[in-house]
């Protein structure tokens, strides 16, 4: 699989994930890359590699080497796409933050041979994505998917069950008692639970944290 098929093929698996985005830009912070300020003609969003877990090593590395080599008209922003998530552990809720495309991050650039050099030659750049050692630019669609999570007001909840798993209530006048995922309602973090009660199933109406998967 070509590079740029095989990271759009990580764009889509993370949005059927239902996987806000971290990022900076030499000339400003997140603001400036959530109002897209006007660009000289030849600006172009790609994509990087890098080692999973390096990424905002990575970023900083290439911040620096903008500065100092004076690539600040020619580099614009560096964005390591991240997405805030609610984990429910031990009875406690969680913010965490992880990355959306682990070993990628996205450069705003004109691309020629002294900015090719530059990022490609930022200590933990792997390579560019494209064909062969030709750089593929995204495409604007993928631009406007990838920042629109940087929008998001509220972290997603990550949950360890889902529809037709089998769930213990550990808490609450029905603790203990066990039973099968029938709805989930992540805005509300809700769960409805089917329990078999007095030889009924009956349906509960519990918070996420109540229940945990058996």
Not at 59 to 82: A, C, Y
Not at 90 to 105: A, L, M, W
């Amino acid at each position: 699989m070509a590079e740029k098929e095989e990271f759009e093929k990580v764009v889509e698996d993370a949005d059927e994930n239902d996987a806000s985005v971290e990022g900076g830009s030499p000339n400003g912070g997140d603001d400036d890359l959530l109002e897209q300020p006007s660009r000289p003609a030849g600006t172009q969003w790609y994509v990087i590699h890098s080692y999973s877990g390096y990424e905002n090593k990575v970023q900083k590395n290439l911040f620096h080497r903008i500065e100092s080599m004076g690539m600040q008209d020619m580099i614009f922003q560096v964005v390591v796409p991240t997405e805030e998530e609610v984990e429910l552990k031990d009875g406690h809720r969680r913010t965490v933050e992880r990355r959306v495309f682990p070993g990628y991050i996205l450069v705003e650039m004109i691309l020629d041979d002294d900015s090719w050099y530059v990022v490609r030659n930022t200590p933990g750049v792997t390579g560019f994505v494209g064909s062969g050692n030709k750089p593929i630019p995204l495409r604007q669609e993928e631009v406007d998917k990838i920042l629109k999570r940087m929008e998001a007001e509220a972290p997603k909840v990550k949950v360890s069950f889902k529809v037709g798993d089998r769930v213990r209530i550990v808490e609450g006048p029905f603790e203990d008692f066990m039973g099968t995922v029938d709805d989930i309602d992540l805005d509300k973090t809700r769960v409805r639970v089917l329990v078999n009660f007095f030889g009924r199933e009956t349906p509960l109406d519990l918070d996420f944290l109540q229940v945990e998967r058996v």
